[in-house]
């Protein structure tokens, strides 16, 4: 990871002397000419503390930590209109002629159902029905109320999308005019792309809607070019993967179509695309008999592998290959009988007291299971949603058992395996190229490090186990030996709570990238009411207000400074204040956004501490208390002012 190396230079000390209330009174100010723009990066909290680099080639790097639920940073490049914004979205579409995979867009349905929550708002669903009792999985969890009716939910046929898209009689919050539709959101966008598109040409500039598509296979360009161009060219496309890697791959491709000299491609702006990242990370509501679904268990029972059985997809063949050759080397360790069956198959060893393992392939397809392993493996397939998330939630460990190369599941596309296995709070063994594909499962609160040294069927069996002697070391590597003391030490039991906190913190980021991007007039802080501590009121800082706090916060410091934005100086700006938390949390982000290294220093830390950590920057803010200007006094006299050229000023 590269860093900024904090320089040693010149100390320019701006003492606040006015207090926090003018830097309060300065940030919240509002300015009617300032407000999101629309052509900006995105990089999340964690991502700011690792350090990250944006696509103008600055690096961020923040040595300090954000709240639990952190603040998403908006980046701007150089030469970014800070004056373009997009309409507030109050009336969102969304449509799919596709059958399979209803827990990816009615996960984006839930996203906008809870934010969108006004009279004046609305999520409709364009879709043909919830197939395989998916309904019920929705009605349980309270994603959407499929039975409303009227103007805000409800469930609308396919084919009435294009009509209500042109219409202005829909919704009666608008004026005289009558709101329309301002989001589609399209999960194939084959059949209506020609349609919607002379719609939002004929509409006026200011009643222009936006496009959003879901999409999870990266490697597929062919509709980019084919559907997607023309609302390229408008700036009214985005993307909406359902992993990082999803997403990488989505702007790789997007930059390749940019970077054509054939046209239309060249003129296109393909390079401009937004692509966000949303979680499909489902409600599911949890089964109280899944558990119990496989009485008798004392240990490692259960795995699933799920998806389509095809063996270019998943590695099967592989998989039972494994599995039966550790049986044959150990089936008493399994709970199985150490000879075979008259009819060739490992048959279970009652008298063990051991509970044999059973490895469950879910998913639709076939392919064929060897006869030795037809007591060991069983195929659950053609299951309603009920069933099949019940049976998934009864399970000790997801395997991907992805394919060699991964059927492009570690490159290109996103595996509906990942985001089952965190719905149904059961712990996936995770390698740790599978953990930087899907980062956002990249916690060991929710999977199982399995060394990629160690096949999934040595893993499993170490696990149920608790003991690494059937994995070979030949080599004696003290890496790999230390990597399965990890994996044994961590066990495979893994709580519900762990995964609620990770689930909570995904459902939060998807909030995130709606709110800013789609709904700035949504809330980003409410106040708390003072009479009745616990409890918030409805009012506080929308995201528009606090896009307008972030650049009144910018310019604030920028003139404060002299400084210019984009500056190839590197520069560190510390700050030493005890100010109320909003500002505390707007001053960071804009000295982020401006390109600059933020330094927070604890008013806790000694003056010879604080007075080393002057060192490390060449800009400070300090205001607040007199005993913050004690603390800086203090400090100042554990530095020789003479090796910083004296330079002090005080405003």
């Given amino acids: 990871m590269t860093q900024i190396a904090r320089p040693r230079v010149s100390l320019a000390i701006v003492v606040l002397l ?187 500039a200011g009643q222009k809607f936006q496009l959003v598509c879901i999409v999870h296979n990266g490697g597929d360009r062919g509709w980019m070019s084919e559907y997607a161009i023309e609302w390229v060219a408008r700036d009214a496309l985005r993307l909406l993967p359902m992993s990082e890697h999803v997403a990488s791959r989505f702007v790789r491709e997007l930059r390749g179509l940019a970077d054509w000299t054939a046209e239309p491609f060249y003129s296109s702006l393909f390079e401009y695309v937004k692509v966000d990242v949303h979680y499909c990370i489902a409600p599911l509501p949890p089964v109280p008999s899944s558990k119990h679904m496989f009485p008798g268990k004392n240990g490692l029972a259960n795995a699933a592998i799920l998806g389509n059985l095809q063996q270019g997809r998943r590695n099967y063949d592989g998989t039972f290959e494994d599995l039966t050759k550790s049986l044959t080397e150990d089936a008493p360790a399994w709970g199985y009988l150490p000879k075979l069956s008259a009819g060739g198959s490992f048959e279970p060893d009652s008298s063990s007291g051991l509970t044999p393992f059973k490895l469950h392939l879910i998913g639709g397809g076939s392919h064929p299971i060897p006869e030795v392993l037809k007591n060991v493996v069983t195929h659950h397939k053609s299951l309603p949603y009920p069933e099949y998330y019940a049976l998934v939630q009864s399970m000790d460990v997801i395997l991907p058992a992805f394919a060699e190369g991964g059927g492009g599941y570690f490159e290109s596309q996103g595996s509906s395996a990942i985001h089952a296995f965190v719905m149904s709070n059961v ?144 520069i560190a700006i510390g700050i030493l204040t005890n100010m109320d938390p909003i500002t505390y949390a707007v001053l960071p982000e804009a000295i982020i956004y401006l390109g600059y290294t933020a330094f927070p220093i604890s008013t806790r830390n000694s003056t010879v501490a604080i007075a080393h950590s002057q060192t490390q920057c060449n800009r400070l803010f300090f205001c607040g208390s007199e005993l913050v200007i004690v603390i800086v006094d203090a400090a100042c006299e554990e530095i020789n002012m003479e090796d910083l050229d004296g330079k002090a000023l005080h405003l």
């Fill in 18 to 204: 006015f207090g926090t209330f003018f830097l309060v009174l300065h940030i919240f100010t509002e300015d009617p000419h300032l407000d999101k723009h629309s052509n900006s990066y995105q990089t999340d909290a964690h991502a700011i503390r690792k350090g990250a680099t944006a696509t103008d080639g600055s690096l961020f790097h923040i040595p300090w930590h954000f709240p639990s639920n952190p603040f998403r940073t908006y980046i701007t490049p150089k030469g970014a209109n800070l004056t373009q914004r997009h309409p507030p979205r109050r009336h969102v579409a969304i449509a799919t002629d596709f059958g399979p995979h209803f827990e990816v867009y009615m996960t984006v349905a839930w996203t906008m159902t809870k934010m969108l929550t006004g009279p004046t708002e609305s999520v409709h669903l364009y879709i043909n029905g919830l197939g395989e009792n998916y309904g019920e999985i929705v009605e349980r969890s309270g994603m959407y109320n499929l039975t409303a009716g009227g103007s805000r939910q409800g469930l609308k046929k396919p084919e009435a999308l294009v009509g209500d898209v042109l219409s202005n009689t829909l919704f009666d919050d608008d004026g005289d005019i009558g709101a329309q539709i301002d989001m589609v959101v399209l999960g194939t966008m084959k059949r209506w792309s020609a349609d919607l598109l002379k719609i939002w040409e004929a509409r006026p």
């Fill in 427 to 570: 712990p996936m063994l995770a390698t740790r190229r599978l953990r930087d594909a899907y980062r956002y499962v990249d916690d060991d609160r929710i999977v199982i490090p399995r060394p990629m040294a160690v096949t999934e069927m040595q893993a499993i069996l170490a696990l149920r186990t608790n003991s690494a002697k059937n994995i070979p070391n030949p080599h004696n590597s003290t890496r790999l030996a230390r990597d399965l003391d990890q994996m044994i030490s961590l066990g495979w039991r893994r709580p519900m709570s762990n995964f609620m906190e990770v689930k909570t913190r995904l459902w939060d980021k998807n909030e995130e990238v709606h709110h800013a991007t789609y709904s700035s007039s949504h809330l980003r802080v409410v106040w708390e009411d003072q009479d009745a501590p616990g409890d918030v009121k409805r009012s506080g800082l929308t995201y528009a207000n606090w896009w307008r706090c972030l650049q009144r916060a910018a310019k604030f410091v920028i003139d404060r400074f002299g400084l210019q934005s984009g500056a190839s100086e590197p």
